[in-house]
């Protein structure tokens, strides 16, 4: 996996106000821990960090740092709810040859069989052990030709020399099932039910019927 180089730069001031303020400079807040050492609070620039994020389980070499340049991984990214701007990073260090769990895109391409039929993926993500520095991008699965009741699980899929599941390896990943349509049996019974029962209709008859005689004597 390739690694995107971003400025860091020492954080000194905390709380919400120092956070706005850095924002505002377009700068994101960050922390920085793992492998025993103390943490450390960052600031990094948010367009570049931005564009790093879109790449899953992305790489990021911070430049700058007191002890040199350090690689990391982003495990908390938090966002703005309403405008999706970045507003705080938790990374951890890692290092070549580290086991690191991440959750890895499923990749889905090829067309299922034609008709009546749907492709019903359960899985967007999986949790797979890897080198930190060897994190796959995603993992492909080919749904060409599937047909209804075909379904993929864990174990039948193909990892990278190194990775190695971190799930089940019965679980689902994605099957083709039938297609609903629409409810014509509710419908049906709808139209079969008769609009008023017979012997009710005769009951209602002869309550009419004695209320006029009583009303005639």
Request: hydrophobic share 40%.
């Amino acid at each position: 996996m390739p690694e995107v180089k971003i400025a860091a730069e020492a954080r000194t001031e905390f709380g919400k106000g120092a956070a706005r303020r850095s924002r505002r400079e377009g700068k994101v807040p960050a922390v920085l821990y793992g492998h025993g050492t103390d943490t450390r609070h960052l600031s990094l620039p948010g367009h570049a960090l931005m564009l790093a994020l879109k790449t899953p389980n992305v790489l990021l070499r911070l430049e700058g740092l007191k002890n040199g340049s350090e690689i990391a991984l982003p495990k908390a990214v938090q966002r703005d709810p309403v405008r999706g701007f970045l507003e705080h990073v938790d990374l951890i260090l890692v290092r070549s040859g580290e086991k690191v769990t991440v959750e890895v895109p499923i990749r889905v391409s090829g067309e299922i069989a034609p008709g009546d039929s749907l492709l019903n993926q359960l899985l967007v993500q999986i949790p797979v052990e890897a080198d930190a520095t060897n994190i796959p991008q995603g993992i492909d699965v080919d749904v060409e030709g599937m047909d209804i009741g075909d379904a993929v699980h864990a174990s039948e899929l193909k990892l990278p020399p190194g990775v190695t599941l971190q799930v089940e390896p019965d679980t689902l990943v994605l099957h083709v099932i039938a297609q609903q349509g629409g409810e014509p049996e509710e419908e049906e019974a709808v139209e079969g039910v008769p609009e008023a029962p017979e012997a009710l209709a005769e009951s209602a008859d002869a309550g009419d019927r004695r209320s006029d005689e009583e009303q005639a004597g």
